[in-house]
């Protein structure tokens, strides 16, 4: 089966790096980050081709007779217009040809839900969320331990939950799964939670599977290990 593939749109700016109390966790004003977002430049176009092993893994995991039919390449499409996106591969082919969703996970609550869905236990308006802007974050931060006044980070907060990101799915207890579409983090999967927010992965520790989507669906499928399978 061919492939369809497009320009992807990727924002490049809107990193945001921590600077005095809190340097090392990715996260400065709400100022500073809309002027960094706003100089990056917007988007820039290249090319985002599906890996036709992954493909067949995601298939393999989410088989047909369990899963949502997919949406197909027009629904897609649509979808990326109305957002101002373009989603990342393997999940991008995987709702457009593989299926949009499936009830047996992974997260462990509700399994994996449709494209355009939140979850059922989602504390946030719908009308909050903005994919187009950049995911804020570039490492780990637990916001349950920083020393800052809560009415100066909720903005902070809320951008983690809803700025740049497609949510994939819950976990229970406030817990969910986010993958990046928009900002230096696009293609990676984020665990959000009511205490911080961290990148899934490999290369960021505590995690033996690869980064990005096929990563994390392979960890959840092929051993059904803990999320985070490394102690540190």
Do not use: K
Not at 155 to 164: R, S, T, W
Not at 169 to 185: A, E, F, S
């Amino acid at each position: 089966m061919s492939t369809e593939n497009a320009d992807r749109g990727e924002a490049h700016g809107g990193e945001v790096r921590g600077t005095g109390e809190s340097a090392g966790r990715g996260v400065t004003d709400l100022g500073e980050w809309a002027r960094q977002n706003a100089a990056g430049g917007g988007r820039r176009a290249g090319h985002d081709v599906a890996d036709p092993e992954e493909l067949d893994a995601l298939r393999a995991a989410f088989p047909a007779d369990r899963s949502l039919p997919p949406l197909g390449w027009d629904a897609v499409r649509a979808y990326e217009r109305e957002q101002g996106i373009v989603l990342p591969e393997p999940y991008r082919t995987m709702v457009a040809e593989i299926c949009d969703g499936c009830g047996d996970g992974p997260p462990d609550i509700d399994g994996l839900i449709p494209l355009a869905a939140l979850p059922a236990d989602w504390g946030c308006a719908p009308s909050q969320r903005d994919l187009s802007e950049a995911f804020p974050l570039t490492e780990a931060w637990v916001w349950e331990d920083d020393p800052r006044p809560y009415e100066e980070i909720e903005p902070l907060i809320d951008a983690v939950y809803n700025y740049g990101s497609v949510v994939l799915g819950t976990d229970g207890c406030g817990m969910y799964w986010q993958l990046v579409v928009t900002g230096p983090q696009r293609g990676r999967i984020w665990n959000i939670s009511d205490v911080g927010a961290a990148p899934f992965g490999a290369s960021f520790g505590r995690a033996t599977a690869e980064v990005g989507f096929a990563g994390w669906v392979a960890h959840w499928a092929t051993a059904r290990r803990p999320w985070f399978d490394i102690v540190v």
